[in-house]
């Protein structure tokens, strides 16, 4: 199913994000490049690793939580914690309870690549206040998991490796689900953006505890994705050779060879039909890998977050959807 949504007005650009994500694509590509040149580490990684790439996930592993600080906040009660995702990784996370007697249903929330936990406060209360309890963590390399004095090569290794981390994080959260009382764990949402939506439809395919998905502005086919239009202003002619080398470089990684795992459980795609870092083609690819029942919304302007004008219906859209799904869910938990 296709639904095309109205333009919400002229496309606006949020100059600090565009700042960020223009020195992380300037960084990346040169990471690449240095990677590549100095030891064939594209083709050496896939070859090694790639059939090893999502393993780690251990759902006997201690979760070992631990509540570091509680903040009662007009909507929610805001929790900063810790959970072990497997013996090398503490993950650092956040979550917003609402303030009524759960048990609530929960959305697992997977940030984009430049942001980190604390960008659930900026989010958080529409979802709280539609009555879902929200949890968010530190991805590999962000916030408190900071690889501070890491050089390129180590960074380019780390963003490979961050991609089956979040998987296996994102899952180990369904397991931290099942072991609070105020949380349904029947009842289980993702929503990722950007790199999160990338990385969420995987987590998607893998988890079937996740009763369903939103993906807002991601996309998949790396190639495509990394023609977009944001690195072809950073990086010029080379994208041509390079695309070819990150892809294999981050094969196992890319989205469309999982998504249709995701099925049947429901997928919504939120897409920019001007989007300059997920490219309209990316996110078609992704959209034709997936199995019904699926459906995609498109909105007029840039990349999320670059473009401020469809946060606020972005958010409606996805929340609304999701109410649908709990609703379906719900209903089938009852009577059986």
Known sequence: MRRDAEAPGAATA???????LRSLIRGL?????????????????????DSHFYRGYDPEFPLNVSIESVE?????????????SNAEHRIPA???VPHEDGPHPLIIFVHGVGQRKEFLDEIAEPFVEAGFAKVTFDQHDRGERSLERAGPIRRTWAMRRRTALTVNEIRR???????????DHERVYLVGASFGAITGATAAAFEDRLQASVLTYGGGHLP????????????????YPLRYLAWAFFYPADPIHHVADASPRPILMQNGLEDRLIPPESAERLYEAAREPKEIIWYEGDHIGLDEDAVEEVIDDSIAWLL???ERVHKAGESS
């Open 29 to 49: 590509a040169a990471a690449l490049v240095i990677a590549v040149c100095a030891a064939g580490i594209a083709a050496c990684a896939r070859s090694n690793s």
């Open 324 to 326: 649908k799904q709990d």
């Open 224 to 239: 495509t994705l990394f023609l977009s239009p944001a690195v072809k202003d950073e990086i010029g002619f080379l994208v």
């Open 94 to 96: 956040l979550m917003a």
């Open 173 to 183: 959260l369904v397991d931290f689900a099942e072991s609070r009382e105020d949380l």
């Open 14 to 20: 949020s100059t600090t994000r565009w700042i960020r």
């Open 72 to 84: 009662e906040k007009e909507a929610y009660t805001r929790e900063h914690f810790f959970f072990d």
